[in-house]
Each structure stands twice: as structure tokens, then as C-alpha cells.
């Protein structure tokens, strides 16, 4: 299996390293050449894109047979980005499946859905098609902000995090 990993960050890192490990070929779409994956095991290629043109997703997308995006841009709704990897899917002769990124957390009952409403719609055109296969995968908090930063991918949230290992008493 094809699979394309949308992005290059903590998440991706841990979805190319795993998809390798079992035998998937792994493609990467980015916006940017990236040195750490020249000769990594499993990554076939590395195409750029920036995310914002249908066509030329679905020419990035042409030889894969799913998505899994982790990107997240603060200069785009992250629903924007996502329904034009939605459209791309949808267009795509192969790649009818998607797992778009959701990796926050809801932190309080009480917080406002600025976590959880960003990707609505997103989430209701995943709905009201049937020609691409979707899943969301809702993390809440990952083990790996108690690890030693040496054994993982992702950065120091520092006091956002509810275990201030550091001020510790």
C-alpha cells in the first residue's frame, strides 16, 4: 500500500516511521524540500505542494491509495486545507481514503469549541459524500510530553501542559 503523510511534523514523523516499519510505501506531501527524509526507510518520495491548488493535490496524490494529513497552518482555517484534500481525494482515481488531522484535545468541559470547531466543515462534507473513506482519530493527550525530549518527536509545550515537571514540588 501507497499511503501519503501530509506534513512533516511531530505526528507525521511517528506516522512515517510506523507505516515504513510494516512494509507501506510512504509518499510526503510538503511545502518545503526536507533534508531529514532524504534516504529515511520507506519515504518514496517527497512532493511539494502547498496545499491550496485541487489539481495540484490530485496530481500529488495519483499513485496512493489513502491520506493521512497532520498538517495545521495558523495562516489557513485548517478546515480550508482540509476540504481541498477532501476534493483531491474525491477526484483522485485512487486515493479514496483520508484521515484528516485532529489531533487536539478538549482540556476543560467547560472550554469554548474553538477545539473542536475548527474542522466542522470539514466534518459535515466528509458527511454528505460517499466516494472517500474517512476516519478521525481523537487523541487527547500524548504520553510522549513525559518522556525525555531525547526519545521523541514531539517539541516542550511547557507550562500549557498539566504536569509541570519542571515547578514541580
Same mark, same amino acid.
Given at each position: 500500500?501507497?499511503?501519503?503523510?501530509?506534513?512533516?511534523?511531530?505526528?507525521?514523523?511517528?506516522? +512515517?516511521?510506523? &507505516?515504513?516499519?510494516?512494509?507501506?510505501?510512504?509518499?510526503? *506531501?510538503?511545502?518545503?524540500?526536507?533534508? &531529514?527524509?532524504?534516504?529515511?526507510?520507506?519515504?518514496?518520495? %517527497?512532493?511539494?505542494?502547498?496545499?491550496?491548488?485541487?489539481?495540484? *493535490?490530485?496530481?500529488?496524490?495519483?499513485? @496512493?491509495?489513502?491520506?493521512?494529513?497532520?498538517?495545521?497552518?495558523?495562516?489557513?482555517?485548517?478546515?480550508?486545507?482540509?476540504?481541498?484534500?477532501?476534493?483531491? @481525494?474525491?477526484?483522485?482515481?485512487? @486515493?479514496?481514503?483520508?484521515?484528516?488531522?485532529?489531533?487536539?484535545?478538549?482540556?476543560?468541559?467547560?472550554?469554548?469549541?474553538?477545539?473542536?470547531?475548527?474542522?466542522?466543515?470539514?466534518?459535515?462534507?466528509?458527511?454528505? %459524500?460517499?466516494?472517500?473513506?474517512?476516519?478521525?482519530?481523537?487523541?487527547?493527550?500524548?504520553?510522549?510530553? +513525559?518522556?525525555?525530549?531525547?526519545?521523541?518527536?514531539?517539541?516542550?509545550?511547557?507550562?500549557?501542559?498539566?504536569?509541570?515537571?519542571?515547578?514541580?514540588?
Amino acid at each position: 500500500m501507497r499511503v501519503a503523510v501530509a506534513g512533516t511534523g511531530s505526528f507525521a514523523k511517528y506516522f +512515517i516511521d510506523e &507505516f515504513s516499519a510494516v512494509g507501506h510505501e510512504v509518499v510526503v *506531501l510538503t511545502r518545503s524540500h526536507k533534508d &531529514f527524509l532524504d534516504g529515511k526507510k520507506g519515504v518514496v518520495e %517527497q512532493r511539494i505542494t502547498d496545499y491550496t491548488s485541487v489539481a495540484e *493535490l490530485v496530481e500529488a496524490l495519483k499513485d @496512493c491509495d489513502a491520506l493521512v494529513s497532520t498538517i495545521f497552518d495558523e495562516r489557513y482555517p485548517s478546515s480550508e486545507l482540509h476540504l481541498k484534500l477532501l476534493e483531491a @481525494c474525491k477526484q483522485s482515481p485512487k @486515493c479514496k481514503r483520508f484521515i484528516p488531522a485532529e489531533y487536539r484535545g478538549k482540556f476543560s468541559p467547560d472550554e469554548d469549541a474553538v477545539f473542536y470547531g475548527y474542522n466542522k466543515p470539514l466534518k459535515e462534507a466528509l458527511k454528505e %459524500q460517499n466516494d472517500v473513506e474517512y476516519t478521525f482519530v481523537s487523541l487527547g493527550w500524548v504520553a510522549d510530553y +513525559i518522556v525525555p525530549s531525547t526519545n521523541r518527536n514531539h517539541p516542550d509545550i511547557g507550562p500549557f501542559h498539566p504536569l509541570d515537571l519542571v515547578r514541580a514540588p
